[in-house]
């Protein structure tokens, strides 16, 4: 059974950081990209951040440029995202997701598989 | 980065309706189009892939069509379970998400 469970999530004033983490099981991690989405509460869907099935390719959505960084350890079956200068538009569930393919865009990959999310709130 | 726009935003429907929802590109993506639905408390489910690809396990009464900046997810006799939020998705380059459209119930 295909598993992913979030950590690390909670409460941070604005400006702070946190690390999010996510334990995968049940299938072979490093054959496969992923991908953090965020949906804040009541709203939609927002892509953040994608990392090929090695590490070597990443890519993030233009509001956390420069502010997150997201990485992987095939070792550990673990995804991780790290955030700095945290804002308050940030305050979201935050979801660790399996692509089908091995990229993170244009070779038609989809998600698969979702883990139950994490809540990140950023506030004063 | 490419802009996903959905229409409409909500829809209120019937069990038995025949309901489109459409997914426009503020640049062409050939077919790399997801459709995904959400239910209250849960994670997405995908539902269509590469524009027009039913997924596994998803039901015939979901269809999808399109390509290059216009797409369309067509539910063909809305069920009771069918009432949800739809995301359409493109993974062209950096993925980004449509808005959603909301299915309610008339």
Not at chain 1, 51 to 72: E, H, L, P, Q
Not at chain 2, 34 to 44: S, T
């Amino acid at each position: 059974e295909v598993q992913l469970v979030e950590s690390g999530g909670g409460l941070v004033r604005p400006g702070r950081s946190l690390r999010l983490s996510c334990a995968v099981s049940g299938f072979t991690f490093d054959d496969y990209a992923m991908h953090w989405v965020r949906q804040a509460p009541g709203k939609g869907l927002e892509w953040v951040s994608g990392i090929s099935w090695n590490g070597v390719s990443v890519d993030y959505a233009d509001s956390v440029k420069g502010r997150f960084t997201i990485s992987r350890d095939n070792a550990k079956n673990s995804l991780y995202l790290q955030m700095n200068s945290l804002r308050t538009e940030d305050t979201a569930f935050y979801y660790c997701a399996k692509d089908i393919g091995v990229a993170v865009a244009g070779t038609g990959g989809y998600i698969d598989y979702w883990g139950l999310g994490t809540l990140v709130t950023v506030s004063s | 980065d490419i802009q996903m726009t959905q229409s409409p935003s909500s829809l209120s429907a019937s069990v038995g309706d025949r309901v489109t929802i459409f997914c426009r590109a503020s640049q062409g993506i050939s077919s790399f189009l997801n459709w995904y639905q959400q239910k209250p408390g849960k994670a997405p489910k995908v539902l269509i892939y590469d524009a027009s690809s039913l997924e596994s396990g998803v039901p015939s009464r979901f269809s999808g069509s399109g390509s290059g900046t216009d797409f369309t997810l067509t539910i063909s006799s809305l069920q009771p379970e069918d009432f949800a939020t739809y995301y359409c998705q493109q993974s062209y380059n950096s993925p980004s998400f449509g808005q959603g459209t909301k299915v309610e119930i008339k």
